[in-house]
């Protein structure tokens, strides 16, 4: 806690408040992270590689396998 201890006058005697230990936090664990995201196409899992992004890993399952989607949904509009 390094306020700036310039404004407060009555540092030395800290609240009850802030003596108390914080509770334990509820600390979840990777909930919010995606694993292993499903293909919409095949309905199957998408390996997600080390270091890759669940998006990355889609969108290279999509072009291993899913190709023509890929290309089709990439139209330059008719070049
Ligand atoms: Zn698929």
Redesign the pocket.
């Given at each position: 806690m390094s306020h700036t201890a310039g404004s407060v006058g009555l540092a030395a005697t800290p609240g009850p408040w802030e003596v108390t230990e914080v509770p334990t936090k509820p600390v979840k664990k990777d909930a919010s992270k995606p694993k292993a995201p499903h293909?919409r196409?095949?309905?199957?899992r998408?390996y997600v590689p080390k270091g890759w992004s669940p998006g990355a890993a889609t969108r290279r399952?999509?072009w291993s396998?899913?190709r023509n989607v890929m290309l089709d949904s990439s139209g330059d509009g008719g070049r």
């Open positions: 293909c196409r095949c309905d199957k998408i399952h999509y396998k899913h």
